[in-house]
Structure formats: structure tokens, C-alpha cells
T-cell receptor, first 112, second 119 residues
Framework: EAQVTQNPRYLITVTGKKLTVTCSQN?????MSWYRQDPGLGLRQIYY???????DKGDVPEGYKVSRKEKRNFPLILESPSPNQTSLYFC???????????FGQGTRLTVV | AQTVTQSQPEMSVQEAETVTLSCTYD???????LFWYKQPPSRQMILVIR??????QNATENRFSVNFQKAAKSFSLKISDSQLGDAAMYFC????????????????FGKGTKLSVIP
């Protein structure tokens, strides 16, 4: 089954404790991206990747890192999480940059 | 930068009736794509319908159709014969079709419209 898989689905952590949210797709898509969703703000792009080893900032990259060492994986790293990063996070992939995005199930992150 | 505006934070519709959700966008590009995504309480983002800007014909998917007015930069979603399962947040989204530098291909979302379906 074609899908985008994120883990974990839920995560509660403390301020400053490094964490990684994994994202994997099995559709051989070139384009992958991370979004955060906050009430009243819709979804905003954090980082995106157009291919292996090619990443760039989206609208809200501060406090986040990403890497794209393999085509299928695109982890999101929070080196020192803060409470303002409490949010719902989505990973998405696309066959090409201009086509529709397929989303993972979402990761609910709470930073206390 | 492109912007997407959904002016209706909440809407409701009677079951079996028709409802239209509004979306306007701002862009100077001629090559782009527009999407409607549905987010039910499960939080999953589900593609409802897509429209290529170069196509004049409005996209349809079963009970879902769009009214794409390119000159007016309007992209509304019509849901016919509304069902209880249609209750969700609906997001309109824009994506450029051509590369013009960093950030070109990002999906830009509106803030969403929460649709309630009344039995």
C-alpha cells in the first residue's frame, strides 16, 4: 500500500531534550516536506527537500533541522525543543514538485 | 509570495443539501495547481480534488466539484448531497507549477473552513 509513515503519532517531551520525528514514504517520490498545523493558522511549511541531499527552508524553519540521506526518508529534528513548538506535525511527499501531496498520519508533539 | 484566503471559518449544511466553500488566492504566476484537502477528526489530510490552472474545465470528483475562476483568482468547492461523513476541516491549497527559486514548490494553505453536517 502506497503511504507516508510518520513516527511517533504522539510525543510528550521536556524543554531542551533533543527529539527526532521520522518520516518514510514507499512511493519513490522525489519531493518531501514537513508542515506544522496550529489552530487558526492552517498548515505552514517548515522544510522541504527536492531530492536526496537537497533541502531548503520553508516559512517557519527556526528551531528545526532536516536531512535527506535516502530518497524514502526525511526525518525532522528538534535539537532543543521549546513549548512554542507544541503543534501537530505532518510529513508529505509528492511524485513531482507540482503534483498533489500525500500526507502522513500526523505527529502530535507537546513540549512542557 | 502567494497567499490563500478562506473567508468562512465555519459553515454548516443540512444532510443531503449542497454547500459551497470559498477560496481566493493571490499570485502573479500563470502555471500553478490548486487543491482542496479534507481533514476529518482523525487528523488525516485527504486530497479531495485538484485543478490545473491551464485547464478551463472545472474538476469534479463524484459529489465534489469546483468553480475555478482564474481571472478572479477564485477556487470554490461545492459539495452536493452532503453526508455526515463530509463533516471535517477543509483546506484550500496552492502550489506553483514552475521553479523560480527557493520555496517555489511549497504548498500554501488557507486557514481552513470547519464544515458541520446537520442530520
Amino acid at each position: 500500500e502506497a503511504q507516508v509513515t510518520q513516527n511517533p503519532r504522539y510525543l510528550i517531551t521536556v524543554t531542551g531534550k533533543k527529539l527526532t520525528v521520522t518520516c518514510s514514504q514507499n512511493m519513490n517520490h522525489e519531493y518531501m516536506s514537513w508542515y506544522r498545523q496550529d489552530p487558526g493558522l492552517g498548515l505552514r511549511q517548515i522544510y522541504y527537500s527536492m531530492n536526496v541531499e537537497v533541502t531548503d527552508k520553508g516559512d517557519v524553519p527556526e528551531g528545526y533541522k532536516v536531512s535527506r540521506k535516502e530518497k524514502r526518508n526525511f526525518p525532522l529534528i528538534l535539537e532543543s525543543p521549546s513549548p512554542n513548538q507544541t503543534s501537530l506535525y505532518f510529513c508529505a511527499s509528492s511524485r513531482q514538485a507540482g503534483t498533489e501531496a500525500f500526507f502522513g498520519q500526523g505527529t502530535r508533539l507537546t513540549v512542557v | 509570495a502567494q497567499t490563500v484566503t478562506q473567508s468562512q471559518p465555519e459553515m454548516s449544511v443540512q444532510e443531503a443539501e449542497t454547500v459551497t466553500l470559498s477560496c481566493t488566492y493571490d499570485t502573479s504566476e500563470s502555471d500553478y495547481y490548486l487543491f482542496w484537502y479534507k481533514q476529518p477528526p482523525s487528523r488525516q489530510m485527504i486530497l479531495v480534488i485538484r485543478q490545473e490552472a491551464y485547464k478551463q474545465q472545472n474538476a469534479t470528483e463524484n459529489r465534489f466539484s469546483v468553480n475555478f475562476q482564474k481571472a478572479a483568482k477564485s477556487f470554490s468547492l461545492k459539495i452536493s448531497d452532503s453526508q455526515l461523513g463530509d463533516a471535517a476541516m477543509y483546506f484550500c491549497a496552492y502550489r506553483s507549477g514552475s521553479y523560480s527559486g527557493a520555496g517555489s514548490y511549497q504548498l500554501t494553505f488557507g486557514k481552513g473552513t470547519k464544515l458541520s453536517v446537520i442530520p
